[in-house]
């Protein structure tokens, strides 16, 4: 029987009430680096010293950190299950608990200690008193220090609980990591100062209202100074109209100074002005619906877990702007503190998510879920109000998002309830509840395209309750998760992104996620790789599922993250004969800082671009020598620095024309049958099997069948996500698309021709492809005419439909014409152009994803050259696509880390004359019908030479 958890297991105890950050002139005392250390594996085992403990003689740790980071226990990884026994609110007693020691100088005065996260449950003293708790491991608890802090030397002491009750409603899908994480700081409370502030700054039609409400200690008057508009003490608690002022978007983020002042301190805020409103099924702000062009961010280093150092979150945001991200949601709990501040500054839309997720239950079928149980009430609405609290003065907050995936129930319910309450001028979001009775946005994760394209025109399958109908119908759509971005993909962006542009209600979604988990390791020999779930040892896991992001851990830009840039860029570029059409599809700013900028093989130069306004579209027309033979690309670029990038970054791009096609074989010339060998020209083939051995005397093996790849994450994807219940890699195994046999039917030659005849099939099937091969020349290059037909019942689709070649010789040059310079497949590589390009070797074309899968595919390919000191093969035809790999595709599948990978000395030339999609299916849609390869016949013509 479930027992009631008590008030202070749920909220702590001893701390103030909560409040909004803000920058003050009084005293601030971080207590961030060294602290003294001990670890004991219970609650039972730790010594009951800690009011009088000094740290003398323990471990040393910094502070933040993560301790399993440090050397004491280890990172463990779940998504959806809890690590321990489902037995709320109680934990195991096996339950590291953490102290932590240090002094602080402190020259007098009242004073407060904060903590701005601790992970997952902390008990405080200070000078040998205990002070109270925290509980809520991503909120800041603050503890008034008046009565315990003294004149000089202080001691503050922490014991941290790894579990506690409340490590049932924090079950996001990420490491667990205990530890003091976020900074800790004692700040001065001068008498007669400020406690407290909330503004808020509304806009319209051009002008600004502006409330700031204050708490001021010992009832002292607090006045409102904006320097920049020139507006001075003004009264706290009454609306000011303050004339005209620029609105803040997350395209132009305007932001002023409000200064708050009593006799005793000065604090300031900075807000911008702007007005959330919900119209016409629409989310608006300043009374424009607004496009989401956005990603789920979790907060994690592969060094130190979950600490992110400041000079790494402005640079992860700058990026995130450099590939047009727009908006942020803070999965799946607040940031830390200063985030909001920079997405103020650099101007980003956020969904500000409470610490919230009870995910766990459903693997108990949502029994005892706390999301239901009165008793669980005031840990939720202890995490809303001080989720809003601190962050309410931000202009980029424009949704408060109750949790994430913590099934339904009446505390869900009153935490909406409560957050409209204490701030009615921003709506409320949560997915967990598709009704969307108590929040005021439609928000799904993982719908197909299909669905998000039916809810954009109103189509969507009716509630039974026509009142929560009538209410869903009136509510703006988000995707607030979409796009899995794990290992090779995520696919069918551009389908999604094609509602989003045709129907209003559908504003955009949230792509998961914009970061892997990856945990810095080393094997024995010093190569570095990225460690998941498994690799510490953990009971139980859910592998490689943390690695889905968009950049790997050190924030290296992923394919995935290239293609996101391209689908959602915000200026169209449409080049038809000697004009471009521009669009302007940003939903605030003009085009006046943008330069357009023109290239054709080596000519180029910049275009004249009239004023171009959101939504309107303008022709540009193009000089003499940008119009003729060839590709023309024509790019967006900033035309002057900005807080996010330089000059000269792209922003968008176009192209037309195309690459010259290849030339065939002009005339057959007869061909040799010699000791056991043919020659078709440049081509020497082995007489019995048919196999090419040499191409101009460059060692070549093959051509074999290739219909297998190494499975991408999204091919295993996960069953309930895909039609029919079964992984496009499933089906391959099940089919034997990698256990294919192959039986010789003939090899024969006419005057003019080899012709190759084989029969491939799987051990224990009896579907199988018959591959006829007909080889021809004209003394210089080497013609192959390719036939693939499927035979028998095929139970599934093919992975790819091409021939392999395996060079016995490491390329150190590759050289191709076509799309790049990243790989592309029927559903990704949106960011691909096409070109002329060229890499130092087969390792330069490969991504190392945390677990090997396919990759590297270059696409619409004219040309291709693979050499060796100059010497090697070349390849045309009519936009075929090649991998080209150190490792076999077996070898890839059954490596867990790229330094599993064997040492290689050869190339794997894959040439594919059609490809199965990659879809978005580890969590979410597979592959689109339109992109999905079928067992069909395949035909194709290639041509080779010497190179």
């Known amino acids: 029987m479930t027992t009631a958890p008590t008030l202070q297991e749920l909220v702590g105890d001893g701390w103030i009430a909560p409040r909004a950050r803000f920058a003050t002139d009084a005293a601030l005392l971080s207590l961030n680096g060294e602290w003294s250390f001990r670890s004991s594996p219970s609650r039972a085992d730790a010594p009951d010293d800690l009011a009088s403990a000094d740290g003398a003689g323990w471990d040393r740790i910094p502070v933040p950190s993560s301790w399993p980071m440090h050397g004491h226990g280890a990172p463990a990884y779940t998504n959806v299950r809890f690590p321990f026994p489902v037995d709320p609110p109680h934990v195991p007693d096996e339950n590291t608990i953490g102290d932590l020691v240090r002094t602080f100088d402190w020259p007098g005065g009242p004073a407060l200690l904060r903590l701005d996260g601790v992970d997952a449950a902390g008990e405080v003293w200070v000078n040998g008193r205990r002070v109270g708790s925290t509980a809520g491991s991503r909120l800041v608890h603050e503890f008034d220090l008046t009565d315990v802090v003294r004149t000089g030397t202080n001691t503050v002491a922490l014991r941290v609980a790894q579990w506690a009750a409340t490590s049932y409603l924090e079950d996001q899908d990420m490491w667990w990591l205990p530890g003091v994480f976020r900074d800790v700081a004692v700040q001065a409370l001068p008498p007669g100062g400020v406690q407290d502030v909330r503004v808020e700054a509304q806009w319209a039609d051009g002008y600004g209202v502006l409330i700031v409400d204050v708490d001021a200690r010992d009832g002292a008057t607090a006045l409102v100074d904006v320097p920049s508009l020139g507006l001075t003490g003004l009264a706290t608690g009454v609306a000011h109209d303050v004339g005209r002022v620029d609105g803040w978007t997350a395209e132009t983020p305007a932001l002023v100074d409000v200064v708050v002042r009593t006799e005793a301190e000065r604090a300031t805020v900075r807000v911008g002005f702007r007005t959330i409103t919900i119209e016409d099924a629409q989310l608006k702000v300043n009374g424009r619906r607004i496009r989401i062009r956005g990603v789920n961010r979790h907060e994690h280093h592969p060094d130190l877990g979950r600490v992110v150092p400041a000079e790494v979150v402005r640079a992860e945001l700058r990026l995130m702007k450099q590939h047009n991200i727009n908006a942020i949601r803070t999965s799946h709990y607040p940031p830390h503190p200063d985030l909001p501040g920079l997405a103020d500054e650099l101007g980003f839309w956020l969904v500000d998510e409470c610490d919230l997720e009870t995910h766990g239950f459903f693997e108990v079928g949502w029994r005892g879920n706390p999301s239901d149980d009165a008793a669980w009430e005031p840990a939720y609405l202890d995490r809303m109000r001080r989720t809003i609290a601190r962050d309410r003065n931000h202009a980029s907050v424009i949704l408060w998002s109750l949790g994430n995936e913590a099934g339904t129930g009446r505390n869900l319910e009153a935490s909406a309830k409560l957050s409209h309450e204490l701030d009615p001028t921003r709506p409320v979001h949560y997915e967990g509840d598709w009704s969307s009775t108590a929040v005021d946005v439609y928000s799904r994760m993982y719908a197909h395209q299909d669905e998000v394209d039916a809810i954009g025109r109103q189509a969507e399958e009716p509630l039974p309750d026509p009142v929560a109908d009538a209410h869903r119908r009136s509510l703006p759509f988000l995707l607030c998760e979409y796009a899995h971005a794990m290992g090779n993909g995520p696919g069918g962006l551009s389908e999604y992104e094609a509602s989003f542009r045709r129907h209003p209600r559908t504003q955009g979604g949230f792509v998961w996620e914009w970061l892997e988990h990856g945990i810095r390791r080393r094997t024995p020999d010093g190569r570095e790789f990225f460690a998941y779930g498994g690799d510490f040892g953990e009971e139980i ?76 579209t303008a022709e540009v027309h193009l000089p003499e020598g940008a119009v003729g033979d060839g590709v023309l690309t024509v790019r967006a670029v900033l035309a002057a620095d900005t807080a996010w990038a330089p000059a000269g970054h792209e922003i968008a791009w176009g192209q037309a024309g195309e690459l010259p096609t290849p030339t065939s074989i002009a005339a057959r010339i007869p061909i040799e049958d010699r000791d056991g060998v043919v020659h078709v020209g440049p081509g020497a083939f082995d007489r019995r099997t048919g196999r090419l051995r040499s191409i101009g005397g460059t060692a070549v093996d093959g051509p074999a069948l290739a219909l297998w790849r190494a499975p991408t994450d999204n091919d295993l994807g996960v069953a309930q996500f895909l039609e029919g219940g079964v992984s496009d890699a499933a089906a391959w195994a099940a089919a034997g698309l990698d256990r294919l046999h192959e039986r010789r039917v003939g090899v024969r030659t006419t005057e003019d021709s080899l012709e190759v005849e084989t029969v491939i099939a799987p051990a224990a099937l009896d579907h199988r492809v018959r591959m006829r091969q007909r080889w021809t020349t004209d003394g210089d290059a080497l013609r192959l005419d390719l036939v693939l037909t499927p035979e028998g019942a095929w139970p599934s689709g093919w992975a790819r439909a091409g021939v392999e070649l395996v060079l016995p010789w490491a390329a150190d040059s590759i050289e191709w014409d076509g799309y790049g310079p990243g790989q592309r497949y029927p559903d990704t590589g949106q960011a691909q152009r096409l070109g002329k390009f060229a890499v130092d070797g087969a390792a330069a074309l490969h991504t190392d994803y945390v677990r090997p899968q396919e990759n590297g595919s270059r696409a619409g390919v004219h040309r291709l050259v693979v050499a060796r000191g100059g010497c090697g093969i070349v390849v045309t035809g009519d936009g075929f696509s090649f991998t080209a790999s150190p490792w076999t595709s077996s070898e890839l599948a059954a490596a867990a880390h790229p330094t599993d990978l064997p040492p290689s000395d050869r190339t794997r030339l894959t040439l594919d004359l059609a490809e199965h999609g990659i879809g978005t299916a580890s969590c979410g849609p597979g592959v689109l019908p339109q992109h999905r390869l079928d067992a069909r016949e395949v035909t194709a013509t290639l041509v080779f030479r010497a190179g």
């Open 541 to 616: 896991h859910d592998g490689n599922f943390v690695a889905d992001g968009l950049v790997d851990a050190d924030r290296r830009p992923r394919p995935g993250l290239l293609d996101y840039k391209k689908v959602i860029e915000p200026i169209g570029l449409e080049i038809d004969g000697a004009r471009v059409r521009v669009t302007d599809g940003y939903d605030f700013a003009d085009l006046a800082g943008v330069e357009l900028r023109w290239t054709r093989g080596s000519a180029g130069g910049v275009l004249a671009l009239p004023p171009v306004r959101p939504g309107e």
